[in-house]
Nanobody, 128 residues
Framework: QVQLLESGGGSVRPGGSLTLSCATSEYTSSRECMAWFRQAPGKEREGVAAISPSRAKTFYANSVKGRFVISVSHYDDETITINLQMNNLKPEDTAVYYC??????????????????WGQGTQVTVDS
């Protein structure tokens, strides 16, 4: 079964930057839409950004537009790696960030947590 391998979390001060990466471990048909979600303590999981790897079409939550950039750094017939560049981080960005992959195209419901595969999550903490 395919795994989504996340890396890049950590702690940073407000205004700082971090980059998260997510790589598929092997070929999967769930490669039409890949996304980042996050979940803060006591809150529901929310969509942060999504990308259609084959077309590089992107989607963002309003709370991160202009600060976060989702991109594809590797794409071939076997595996895909996506990144989430997070700039001007705020304390409210503190959460566990999860990578997700879907066999369906990204669309208006990209931010619903109905993806086929999920990563284990990586902690991002923004604190002075």
């Amino acid at each position: 079964q395919v795994q989504l391998l996340e890396s890049g979390g950590g702690s940073v001060r407000p205004g700082g930057s971090l980059t998260l990466s997510c790589a598929t471990s092997e070929y999967t048909s769930s490669r039409e839409c890949m996304a980042w979600f996050r979940q803060a303590p006591g809150k529901e999981r929310e969509g942060v950004a999504a990308i259609s790897p084959s077309r590089a079409k992107t989607f963002y939550a309003n709370s991160v537009k202009g600060r976060f950039v989702i991109s594809v750094s590797h794409y071939d017939d076997e595996t895909i790696t996506i990144n989430l560049q997070m700039n001007n981080l705020k304390p409210e960005d503190t959460a566990v960030y999860y990578c997700a992959a879907s066999m369906f195209s990204c669309g208006g419901s990209w931010d619903r947590p109905s993806y086929n595969y999920w990563g284990q999550g990586t902690q991002v903490t923004v604190d002075s």
